[in-house]
């Protein structure tokens, strides 16, 4: 079986610095995807740099924790803090959705101005993933599958590794099963996902050394590298945190090292739409 990597750069669309990162590592390095924001400030820069790019493979980064709804925030009132944004908090505000009729109806409504406002973009839709992979929450997960055909959405990333860590948390645990659950309900519905994935230990730090040894670990099938590189080092006031080292996983995604080391193991990069067709 052969070895397909996808590298994707989440948080598209959240500020310039990280297209600008986009950009360089897609078209100077080995970023092959990016999944886009759509309600975040500098989405619309996002959108103008993706369509001269047309071997970038764009997806929809859900967002219902940690950012701007598409909608106006007196529509969902349930599932926004006082400041109009989603909270921070993602397993409160996983069990809001879970247990709150009225916050099911409001998610379901911002989710399709999601997908509609991404789809208003022209941009072909290569993936479905969700900010801190809340995609994979029973609910979210069940709109997925319900309006797939709908959006011609043919794939999700699945954010659990064929590696588990040897200490296992609550957090962890809950995360693998919820996974295992989506990749079965895809099978099902003939929706794409990669087999294995990094990054979910080392996340706003995939610098060299974390993606050299990923690559060095790639088995058979589709893996997906998924990091957050930014153009600049971060200053107060940037809306990511302090201590990703977004420059360092920019860099790395420039690596000169790279390239040779995917051609010795036989490792092809690509997209969810090209690895999905192949």
Same mark, same amino acid.
């Given at each position: 079986?052969?070895?397909?990597?996808?590298?994707?750069?989440?948080?598209?669309?959240?500020?310039?610095?990280?297209?600008?990162?986009?950009?360089?590592?897609?078209?100077?390095?080995?970023?092959?995807?990016?999944?886009?924001?759509?309600?975040?400030?500098?989405?619309?820069?996002?959108?103008?740099?993706?369509?001269?790019?047309?071997?970038?493979?764009?997806?929809?980064?859900?967002t219902f924790v940690d950012g701007r709804p598409t909608l106006p925030?007196?529509?969902?009132?349930?599932?926004?803090?006082?400041?109009?944004?989603?909270?921070?908090?993602?397993?409160?505000?996983?069990?809001?959705?879970?247990?709150? &009729?009225? @916050? *099911?109806?409001?998610? /379901?409504?911002?989710?399709?101005? +999601?997908?509609?406002?991404? =789809? %208003?973009?022209?941009?072909?839709?290569?993936?479905?993933?969700?900010?801190?992979?809340?995609?994979?929450?029973?609910?979210?997960?069940?709109?997925?599958?319900?309006?797939?055909?709908?959006?011609?959405?043919?794939?999700?990333?699945?954010?659990?590794?064929?590696?588990? &860590?040897? @200490? *296992?948390?609550?957090? /962890?645990?809950?995360?693998?099963? +919820?996974?295992?659950?989506? =990749? %079965?309900?895809?099978?099902?519905?003939?929706?794409?996902?990669?087999?294995?994935?990094?990054?979910?230990?080392?996340?706003g730090h995939m610098t060299i050394a974390p993606i050299r040894d990923?690559?060095?670990?790639?088995?058979?099938?589709?893996?997906?590298?998924?990091?957050? &590189?930014? @153009? *600049?080092?971060?200053?107060?006031?940037?809306?990511?945190?302090?201590?990703?080292?977004?420059?360092?996983?920019?860099?790395?995604?420039?690596?000169?090292?790279?390239?040779?080391?995917?051609?010795?193991?036989?490792?092809?990069?690509?997209?969810?739409?090209?690895?999905?067709?192949?």
């Amino acid at each position: 079986m052969p070895k397909r990597l996808i590298v994707t750069a989440d948080d598209f669309g959240l500020d310039e610095a990280v297209n600008d990162a986009v950009e360089r590592a897609h078209r100077h390095g080995i970023l092959t995807c990016a999944s886009l924001m759509v309600g975040e400030p500098a989405a619309a820069d996002a959108v103008a740099r993706a369509r001269a790019m047309p071997r970038l493979g764009v997806g929809l980064h859900l967002t219902f924790v940690d950012g701007r709804p598409t909608l106006p925030p007196e529509r969902i009132p349930a599932l926004v803090a006082p400041d109009g944004r989603f909270p921070s908090d993602p397993v409160r505000q996983g069990l809001r959705i879970f247990f709150s &009729p009225a @916050a *099911r109806r409001q998610l /379901a409504a911002e989710m399709r101005a +999601q997908l509609d406002a991404f =789809r %208003r973009t022209g941009l072909a839709l290569d993936h479905v993933n969700g900010h801190h992979h809340f995609h994979i929450h029973p609910v979210i997960r069940g709109l997925i599958l319900r309006w797939a055909p709908e959006y011609a959405i043919r794939a999700v990333r699945v954010p659990a590794s064929r590696r588990p &860590p040897p @200490a *296992r948390s609550l957090e /962890a645990w809950s995360n693998d099963w +919820q996974s295992g659950r989506l =990749r %079965r309900r895809l099978a099902r519905a003939g929706i794409a996902a990669n087999d294995d994935i990094f990054g979910l230990a080392e996340s706003g730090h995939m610098t060299i050394a974390p993606i050299r040894d990923a690559v060095a670990r790639i088995g058979d099938g589709v893996s997906e590298i998924y990091c957050h &590189p930014v @153009a *600049r080092a971060w200053r107060p006031g940037d809306p990511w945190p302090e201590d990703y080292d977004g420059l360092g996983e920019m860099q790395a995604l420039l690596d000169p090292e790279l390239p040779p080391r995917l051609a010795e193991r036989g490792i092809e990069l690509a997209t969810f739409a090209t690895a999905r067709s192949r």
